[in-house]
């Protein structure tokens, strides 16, 4: 065996043994490691704010104006301009973010261990869909959300998982694979089986029938609020590849709304980026592809762990979401599995007589195919406070691939 496939072994061996599991619910500027009053997480490569597109900066004046840093939209945008703040990605602090994914200091984060290897990964509360902060919304109704879910929901919800003890993700995760999910998009199932897990200890410890009430029925009407679970769950099974030498897996795919970007396990932190491509999707009444900001957020760490996009196959009633066919799920399922390197042992795609959903994208065999990974995604309008316009499919450049690629050789004859 050589050294490259020698590399590769050991990733997917760590990789398809990752047990995420769900500890609780923290406070990012408490729990996320570097965090700070003025560190605004996210999604992503790098990017300053003079780069950030339409929704990433209507997230950030949103997150100042939520953390009354700011008390006014143009407040918010001169501190947000002025360098006071900090920018960094949520993949530099164990953290993922759906869309946009800004992270502040006082939102409430779940908390997953990958009990294997014991590192762990953080991601904020779903919102639910529409006008949200994570798709750059901007509004009373947006605040007001984002601080009852601090102050109510997040509380309930660590109270009812302390009473419950911890939540097994992979178990979740490979149920709702079987229920008709896909675990980036579509998650109808794994909110359920996330809602019946949590709703007779939410019922025990809410502070009263009212709340109970109140945070259940945010829940059910969340079809999305597993996937701030799935998220974190492939985050943590990933980041113990992140650098492991001469592998050519893909440890890390995301994207800023301006540049998608991604890491390879054998040169550890590196990102290597194109611009971000536009999303070929279904759009909301009253909107087209020319609102829509070209595809941003780190939910494509689904895809990198080996579902999302890449398990279309177990979710045929996704294309109803993101456009497409039946056919073309089941065949995007099957085309993945030409340029990854194993099937997962836990997540089994019933269509395919419960075949392992093709996991560890191998950059090599991506640019030997030219097949790139399968993606699906939310569409966010292109300017600042409008919110979620649509959701589709869409392709990543095949230059991050192709530079990696070549510096991977690079560093191996020097």
């Given at each position: ?95 993922v973010g759906p869309m946009a994914g800004i992270v502040s200091a006082s939102m409430p984060v779940w908390i997953v261990e990958n009990e294997t290897h014991g590192n762990r990964a953080y991601c904020t509360l779903n ?82 029938p009212a709340v109970a009430s109140e945070v259940l029925g945010f829940l059910a009407a969340n079809d999305h609020f597993f996937l701030n679970l799935t998220m974190p769950a492939a985050k943590c099974s990933l980041d ?45 009444p009253g909107y087209t592809a020319d609102d829509a900001n070209p595809d941003i957020g780190d939910s494509v760490i689904c895809e990198t762990a080996g579902f999302g996009g890449f398990a279309m196959a177990s979710a ?99």
């Amino acid at each position: 065996m050589g050294e490259i496939e020698e590399a590769n072994r050991k990733a997917m061996d760590i990789l398809l043994q990752a047990k995420p599991v769900l500890k609780g619910i923290g406070v990012a500027g408490k729990d996320i490691p570097g965090m700070t009053k003025t560190t605004i997480l996210h999604a992503g490569p790098p990017i300053e704010w003079e780069r950030m597109c339409g929704p990433m900066r209507g997230a950030v004046m949103g997150a100042l104006l939520y953390e009354r840093m700011a008390s006014s939209l143009e407040e918010a945008e001169e501190l947000a301009a002025s360098g006071d703040i900090t920018y960094e990605p949520c993949h530099h602090h164990q953290t993922v973010g759906p869309m946009a994914g800004i992270v502040s200091a006082s939102m409430p984060v779940w908390i997953v261990e990958n009990e294997t290897h014991g590192n762990r990964a953080y991601c904020t509360l779903n919102e639910g869909l529409g006008k949200v902060l994570r798709y750059g919304g901007l509004g009373d109704e947006v605040i007001q959300r984002l601080r009852w879910m601090e102050g109510t929901l997040a509380p309930a919800l660590a109270r009812a998982l302390e009473l419950h003890g911890d939540i097994d993700l992979r178990t979740l995760i490979a149920q709702a694979l079987e229920m008709g999910d896909e675990g980036h998009n579509r998650n109808r199932a794994g909110t359920s089986l996330l809602i019946r897990t949590l709703a007779p200890h939410i019922a025990s410890v809410a502070e009263s029938p009212a709340v109970a009430s109140e945070v259940l029925g945010f829940l059910a009407a969340n079809d999305h609020f597993f996937l701030n679970l799935t998220m974190p769950a492939a985050k943590c099974s990933l980041d113990p590849i992140a650098d492991i030498p001469g592998s050519t897996v893909v440890s890390a795919m995301s994207r800023n709304g301006t540049e998608f970007g991604i890491r390879v396990s054998g040169l550890g932190g590196r990102w290597f980026t194109a611009p971000a491509p536009e999303v070929d999707g279904l759009y909301f009444p009253g909107y087209t592809a020319d609102d829509a900001n070209p595809d941003i957020g780190d939910s494509v760490i689904c895809e990198t762990a080996g579902f999302g996009g890449f398990a279309m196959a177990s979710a045929p009633a996704i294309v109803q979401f993101v456009g497409g066919s039946v056919d073309l799920a089941v065949n995007s399922t099957r085309e993945m599995y030409e340029i990854t390197l194993a099937e997962h042992p836990f997540y089994r795609v019933p269509v395919l007589d419960f075949r392992g959903t093709p996991t560890g994208i191998d950059v090599r065999r991506v640019v030997e195919t030219m097949i790139p990974p399968v993606i699906n995604t939310g569409i966010a309008h292109k300017d600042p406070g409008v919110g979620q316009v649509g959701a589709g499919l869409v392709k990543p450049p095949m230059t991050c691939f192709e530079d990696a690629l070549r510096a991977f050789a690079d560093e191996r004859s020097s």
